[in-house]
């Protein structure tokens, strides 16, 4: 280890016992790696008394063995500074925290232990082949490979997690150029879907044994990479390598632009380029790999339900039914007359906005933070056997990155296992955020390997106005709705990754194209009065939700849906036609393409001929491993409409049938034999249309 560690430059606390460690390893022999916490590095036993003898003299604070053990490691290991990702639950001083210097020293120390990782895997399946050894079984080596990526997974979303929400407002622009390190870093590693010894040897034990399948979007990484070619063909291997790479590259700079509106008119020409670029590099890609369009072969890798056929149908159907509540086109008058016009009296409210606003207004009476998670909690026991157990924090325990941060964890209400943890970050509070994450709502999974952490681990940001006292925290009405929204998401993602562990079955992918089902299907049950009256209930004790006020909100509720729905249908549908039947050599331009699509599905908002933000979206993650899935919210909206109106059909105060259904919901889309449309027209007993949506929404 101590030829491969790189020496600490600063002089802190955890740097002086990582130094010290390193001195007693290298002294003292071999060191191996827990299962259970991969990046957390245990001593074998023969070494326990040497270490911890080190480990004294530079102790400060009483700990646990395990935890000191962990503290030590903490400079050469990639870690997030929170918690969850350590096994201990002993509290870990602050100098334990991670600090930018300690990201870069565990990029460096992680791209040696991957390179010796990968050759030592290269090595093994060699040696099985050449004494005609079993290579295992898929899921062995698969889980292997999962293993190797972990650690650099774990860097990227660190960076990742505090460029987008968890850096201090002073050290936002240095997290910032740390994160960009390290996918340039990342970008610069040479794949494990490069080895032909593992594709190989996944594709002789896909051959031979029964039950495991080679996952089709790791197959295609491997293909992308030319390792289906014969070994005679290295001209074509290289072609199909480099039109990889160069897709990598133009995803990087793609990436990086966070507003379209306020880059130079030089970085815009340059976008433009980019996405001929994509488009042209995307379409030969899929040709040489047989696919007849980018859409098909992305809708094959991330195992779509949908077709891209079936997603237009789709569509067209939702979009005869949402039209009717979109905004009125406002046709104006040419420039030439337009200074003959009497004063714009648009902006004064009407009746119904003051109504609205009003109404709004009396929700923060109604609804608070702590209310609405209770709510929540409620829901998630009875209805998906979930129980949300919050750790309790106090002024010598930080759980997350701020004091702010709050975490739940998850567990089976039957078995008692734990499933996960949630890292809650409610507040846009300008002490502990940046202003570029003052307005985050986001909800993703942090531990995207599954040997990341001991228990996946999902991250929740939003954006409330804190109160600066001990009074309870209201929420606005869009808060709410952000609120059941994106921990209906965290908890799928949570249940995802949880299913991949218990079934070890890391490359599992969940459609792509449902990644938003359990989010939508709990915003729904804002329809249901007693799920509201039970918020507010859970809130306060003065007031409650009257008739009039529900009927004002669903109301708008309405219209923000439909205006929604068809910004999706809009982006989507470019999407697709885009990565279908676009031709870059044509009489068509991109924008041109643009403003048609939007004539037809939002004609209350078309972009102006200089505003190519639609496309950006489009084109962000479109290059390296392309998703079409921009119509996920409506796919999601459809089937959440689906299971909700099951519910609204099922007698609850049957709690069996209650119980069967909400556990049947859990389990939708969490194994590769609850995926697809079967399962949910099983569960619903019907097929799958938009009428649901239609009755739902009253559309």
């Known amino acids: 280890m101590g030829s491969n560690t790189i020496e600490p430059a600063h002089n802190c606390e955890v740097c002086k016992i990582a130094r010290s460690l390193d001195y007693v390893m290298t002294k003292r022999g071999r060191m191996w790696k827990s299962h259970r916490a991969p990046h957390v590095v245990l001593i074998e036993a023969k070494l326990q008394y040497f270490c911890l003898k080190t480990i004294s003299k530079v102790r400060k604070v009483g700990q646990t063995q395990e935890a000191c053990l962990i503290v030590i490691q903490s400079c050469v290991s990639p870690r997030v500074r929170f918690r969850a990702v350590v096994t201990s639950h002993d509290k870990l001083p602050d100098n334990a925290w991670r600090t930018l210097h300690h990201l870069e020293n565990a990029v460096q120390t992680s791209k040696v232990q991957y390179s010796v990782d990968l050759a030592e895997t290269e090595v093994a399946l060699t040696a099985a082949v050449g004494e005609d050894k079993s290579l295992g079984t898929i899921k062995d080596l698969l889980s292997r490979l999962d293993q190797i990526e972990a650690p650099i997974c774990q860097i990227t979303e660190i960076g990742r ?125 899929a040709q040489q790999l047989n696919y007849p369009t980018v859409s098909s072969m992305a809708m094959a890798a991330h195992q779509n339900m949908a077709t891209p056929e079936e997603v237009l149908e789709m569509q067209s159907v939702v979009s005869d039914f949402l039209r009717p509540h979109l905004p009125e086109v406002k046709v104006s008058l040419d420039e030439n007359t337009g200074a003959f016009l009497g004063p714009d009296t648009s902006k004064v409210p009407t009746e119904n906005e003051k109504d609205l606003w009003m109404a709004k207004q009396s929700v923060k009476k109604l609804l608070h933070l702590d209310g609405a998670i209770q709510g929540i909690a409620d829901f998630c026991d009875s209805m998906f056997g979930i129980r949300l157990v919050e750790e309790t924090q106090n002024s010598s325990k930080v759980l997350g990155w701020n004091k702010n941060v709050r975490v739940f964890q998850l567990y089976d209400k039957e078995s008692d296992s734990q499933l996960g943890a949630i890292y809650f970050d409610p507040f846009r509070d300008l002490y502990w955020r940046s202003q570029e994450a003052r307005d985050v709502v986001m909800s993703r999974l942090f531990s995207i ?50 299913s991949r562990i218990s079934n070890n079955d890391p490359f599992f992918v969940q459609s792509a194209d449902v990644s938003e089902f359990l989010a939508t299907f709990m915003t729904l049950w804002i329809y249901n009065d007693g799920f509201l009256q039970r918020i507010a209930q859970l809130s306060q004790d003065q007031f409650t939700f009257q008739p009039e006020l529900m009927k004002i909100l669903r109301a708008d509720l309405k219209k923000q849906k439909a ?137």
């Open 449 to 498: 390997r599954q040997t990341q952490s001991p228990v996946p681990i999902a991250i929740i940001g939003l954006s409330i106005e804190p109160t600066w006292d001990d009074a309870p925290t209201p929420l606005t009405w869009t808060n709410f709705n952000d609120l059941l929204y994106e921990f209906g998401k965290a908890i799928q993602l949570v249940l995802t990754q949880s």
């Open 161 to 285: 997690l505090f460029t987008e929400l968890a850096a201090l407002p002073d050290q936002h622009e240095q997290w910032q150029e740390a994160y960009e390190k390290v996918r340039l870093f990342r970008n610069e590693l040479q794949p494990y879907t490069q080895s032909k010894i593992i594709y190989t040897a996944l594709m002789k034990m896909a051959t031979e044994t029964k039950g495991d399948a080679f996952p089709v979007q790791l197959q295609l990484a491997f293909e992308k990479e030319g390792m289906s070619l014969e070994d005679g063909d290295k001209d074509r291997t290289q072609q199909l390598q480099e039109v990889q790479m160069k897709l990598k590259e133009l995803e990087l700079e793609l990436e990086s632009i966070a507003s379209y509106h306020e880059t130079s008119k030089a970085a815009r020409l340059q976008t433009v380029k980019c996405m001929y670029n994509i488009i042209g590099l995307s379409h030969l890609q």
């Open 563 to 699: 205006l929604d729905l068809m910004e999706v249908i809009f982006l989507s549908t470019l999407e697709l036609k885009i990565f279908t039947e676009f031709d870059p050599r044509g009489d068509e331009t991109l924008v041109s393409l643009q403003n048609r699509v939007a004539e037809d599905c939002i004609p209350h908002r078309i972009p102006d001929s200089n505003d190519l933000t639609a496309l950006v979206r489009v084109f962000q993650g479109k290059s390296s491993d392309p998703i079409m899935a921009a119509y996920s919210p409506l796919w999601s909206e459809v089937l959440a409409c689906m299971v909700y109106e099951k519910f609204k059909e099922t007698n609850l105060q049957d709690i069996d049938a209650v119980t069967k259904l909400g556990r049947g919901i859990r389990k939708l889309f969490q194994t590769r034999e609850t995926s697809g449309k079967v399962p949910l027209e099983e569960l619903c007993g019907k097929k799958l249309t938009a009428e649901s949506m239609k009755n739902v929404h009253d559309f």
